[in-house]
Antibody, heavy 120, light 107 residues
């Protein structure tokens, strides 16, 4: 079955750029699904960041759109997140997830999540 | 953005209890709503999609209902493994938005 695995630095300096990658295994990123990033600040709720299709089409949350770039690398079966000009408010667990698309849609599966701390 | 308001934000219940969590959308979202369960230190897991469809492998004590703006998640008989935080999510339009969560605790 499809599995997702996030990777990237766990510590980013303020004003820097957060960069994460999600590797997809057990299935193709070129399937008819969107691939998303979701984050969760410590002790708080979930926030959708954005998504990408294998064609490169993207949708972003307006609250983050000016700072977010999501890209796909079909040759490596992975997609990536870049978030620029980070502050402490961007400290969170970042999850990648497949947005399974059929007559109804849902996030499944999810990666295990990776904590990114913004601190000097 | 569509706001999703869950209630209650926390709930204490006992094993065997019937529990209902509600989610209200700030505008109509047809039945483009899912329910997710999250346990500490783990990723969310989908329970219900399309407001009322049970995800494969999820126990039948979980059920969902509603359409338009008002939705409910019901657990018919709480089991020890059900104590967790529950989130609703609308995927009717962008940006997708989650409710603030309902933490279900043992009484």
């Amino acid at each position: 079955q499809v599995q997702l695995q996030e990777s990237g630095p766990g510590l980013v300096k303020p004003s820097g750029t957060l960069s994460l990658t999600c590797v997809v295994s057990g299935g193709s990123i070129s399937s008819s699904n969107w691939w998303s990033w979701v984050r969760q600040p410590p002790g708080k709720g979930l926030e959708w960041i954005g998504e990408i299709y294998h064609s490169g089409s993207t949708n972003y949350s307006p609250s983050l759109k000016s700072r977010v770039t999501i890209s796909v690398d079909k040759s490596k079966n992975q997609f990536s997140l870049k978030l620029s000009s980070v502050t402490a408010a961007d400290t969170a667990v970042y999850y990648c997830a497949r947005f399974y698309s059929s007559s109804f849609n849902y996030f499944d599966p999810w990666g295990q999540g990776t904590l990114v701390t913004v601190s000097s | 953005a569509i706001q999703m308001t869950q209630s209650p934000s926390s709930l204490s219940a006992s094993v065997g209890d019937r529990v209902t969590i509600t989610c209200r959308a700030s505008q109509g979202i047809r039945n483009d709503l899912g329910w997710y369960q999250q346990k500490p230190g783990t990723a969310p897991k989908v329970l219900i999609y399309g407001a009322s469809s049970l995800q494969s492998g999820v126990p039948s004590r979980f059920s969902g209902s509603g359409s338009g703006t008002d939705f409910t998640l019901t657990i018919s008989s709480l089991q020890p493994e059900d104590f967790a935080t529950y989130y609703c999510l609308q995927d009717y339009n962008y940006p997708y938005t989650f409710g603030q969560g309902t933490k279900l605790e043992i009484k």
